[in-house]
Nanobody, 117 residues
Framework: QVQLVESGGGLVQPGGSLRLSCAAS????????MGWYRQAPGKQRESVAA???????RYADTVKGRFTISRDNAKNTVYLQMNSLKPEDTAVYYC???????????WGQGTQVTVSS
């Protein structure tokens, strides 16, 4: 099976930056895509960014230009560099993985990102 472990969340001030990491372990050969989702209280889960092993990426319009997803295939790790953070970015961020973009079968526990003064 696949396990995903997120790290890097925390509390930052508006305009600040955070870098999230997600390490995958287990049967990682079944994974072609990894990404980040977020969910704020009372809101639907939304896709933030995703990347394939081949390097294809996609971003939510709300984070384009501010967030960057990257991957290290050798380490089975994806990162989410979040810059110019806004209070509306506050959410639990979940790492996800699956065979295709948009098809995520495995999920991490989530890491809280809070953007506040």
């Amino acid at each position: 099976q696949v396990q995903l472990v997120e790290s890097g969340g925390g509390l930052v001030q508006p305009g600040g930056s955070l870098r999230l990491s997600c390490a995958a372990s287990g049967s990682i050969f079944s994974i072609n895509a990894m990404g980040w989702y977020r969910q704020a209280p009372g809101k639907q889960r939304e896709s933030v960014a995703a990347v394939t092993r081949g390097g294809s990426t996609r971003y939510a319009d709300t984070v384009k230009g501010r967030f960057t997803i990257s991957r290290d295939n050798a380490k089975n790790t994806v990162y989410l560099q979040m810059n110019s953070l806004k209070p509306e970015d506050t959410a639990v961020y979940y790492c996800a993985a699956g065979p295709f973009l948009g098809t995520m079968n495995y999920w991490g526990q989530g890491t809280q990102v809070t953007v506040s003064s």
